[in-house]
C-alpha cells in the first residue's frame, strides 16, 4: 500500500523550495519524506505501526509526533488514510494497556520484559507517562477537525472512558492506584523509588504520572507540562463525545476534570521564586515543593502555546518563557554551535533540536523562527537529518542518528517559516492568569 501520493510528496518539497534555500530544502527533504518511508506499516486489520526510528516500538507520543507536519497534506487521501489508519492503532493499544507508552508491532515479548510491573507479550515498555495518553487524543481530535472524518474514532469513546477513569485514578495516587514500576540494576532515572511507587504527594486536583515524556522518572509526581496537555485534550474528548456521539455523559466527566486540572495547575503550579518571578514549576508534589526546570521533550512548559493552552503572548507564559531560555534553567546550555535546551535524558551540555524547534514555532517572529531554522540546519552533522541531541560546541557529537520526532519537529518549523503550515491549535478557553 503506497502511504502517499508522490504528487504530493512533489508538490510540498516544491513549494519549500521556492520559499527557502537550497541547504534548508535538502535537508526538509530527507527528514518529510524518511518518516513515510520507513516508519510507517500498515497492517492486515486497517491499522498502522510507526516505529520511533531506530527503537522497533511504537510510542504513542512519538507516533503522534511523527504525523505532525502531514497533517497540512490531508487533502491527498492515501496519506488522510495512513493518518486514519495510525489513530486507529493507537486507540486500540490504549484500551489494551493504559498504563503503557510503548508497543509491540504483535505479541512477540520484546522490550524491557523484565521490568517489575503487569507486562504481557503486547508491550514494549509500561512507563506510565500523562502524555502517551494525551497524545492519542490530539491526533484522533486534528484529523477529525481537518478532514471532518470520524471512521477513526470507532474506539474514541471506550479509550476516552478509560482514560478519564485512569486520570481520576491518579489524582490520588497513594490511594487509589495500584500501577507500579520498577526497573533493576538501572540509573535512577528508569525507575521509581519507594518499590515502585514513586514519590510522595499529596491530593491537588492534578493528576500524577510516574515518568516524563522523556521516559525518566518524574522527581515530584505532578508533571505541570503533562497537566496542561491533559487539560487541553480534555476539552477535545468533551468535543468529540458532544459533536460526534451526542454523548453528553461523556462531555461532561471530561469538563469536569478539566476543570480540577486547571485549579491543580493554577493553585499548585505556579509558583514565585525569588530572583525568577512567577512561573510556571515545571513539577510539584502537592507539599510544597517545586521543580524550576524544562526538559526539552514535548510537553514541555516552553511548549505549551503549541498544545493549545494559551496564546504565545500570554503574560505568565513570556514569564516561564523568559526564565527557561536563560541561564537560571540548568537545562539551558549555550555554545559555540547552538545554544537552546537539553534533556537530563542526555549528557551534560547537549542541546535538542526538539527544543529549538519548539523555541522557534513560539517565536513571535519570523526573523526569529528563521534564525532558529537556520541553527537546525547547520547543526545537522552533514547527515541531512535531526539527531536526538548534539553537543552545543559539536554538533559531529550526538545522540541517536534515527530519531523521527526530531525530523517531524524540522519539518514544522521549515514549513512555518515557508509559510505552508496551514494548521494550528488554538487556546482552550479557561486561562490560568499571572
Known sequence: MTLFSPETLERVCSCVAERLDQRTTAVFRECFTNTLATTIEPLPDGTAFVVTGDIP?????????????????????????????????????????????????????????????????????????????????????????????TDHLSDFVAAARTIIALWRTEQDHAGRSSYRFQRLNSAASDTLAREGRGPIVAPTGLTWSGFRPSDDACALGFNIPGNVFAAVELTHIAEIASGVFDDTDLASAAVDLQREIEDGIRNHGVVTAAGIGTVYAYEVDGLGNYLLMDDANVPSLLSVPLLGWCADDDPLYLATRAFLLS?????????????????????????????????????RTGEEKAAILRTLVATDAGTRRMHESFHKDDPTAFTRDWFSWANAMFCELALDVAGLRTYTRQPIAARVES
Open 57 to 149: 516500538a511504537m510510542w504513542l507520543r512519538d507516533s503522534t509526533a511523527q504525523l505532525t507536519p502531514y497533517l497540512h497534506f490531508l487533502d491527498d487521501p492515501r496519506l488522510a488514510d495512513t493518518v486514519a489508519q495510525v489513530s486507529r492503532r493507537q486507540l486500540i493499544f490504549i484500551l489494551h494497556d493504559p498504563y503503557a507508552n510503548a508497543f509491540n508491532r504483535a505479541p512477540n515479548g520484546a522490550g524491557h520484559s523484565n521490568d517489575l510491573t503487569e507486562l504481557d507479550a503486547w508491550v514494549w515498555e509500561r512507563k506510565y507517562e500523562i502524555d502517551s495518553l494525551c497524545y492519542p487524543i490530539q491526533l484522533a481530535y486534528d484529523f477529525w477537525r481537518i478532514t471532518e472524518r
Open 327 to 363: 541561564d537560571q534553567n540548568r537545562y539551558y546550555h549555550r555554545g559555540s554551535a547552538a545554544s537552546g535546551q537539553g534533556s537530563p535524558h542526555t549528557p551534560s551540555g547537549t542541546i535538542w533540536p526538539i527544543g529549538l524547534a519548539v523555541e522557534g514555532l513560539t517565536a
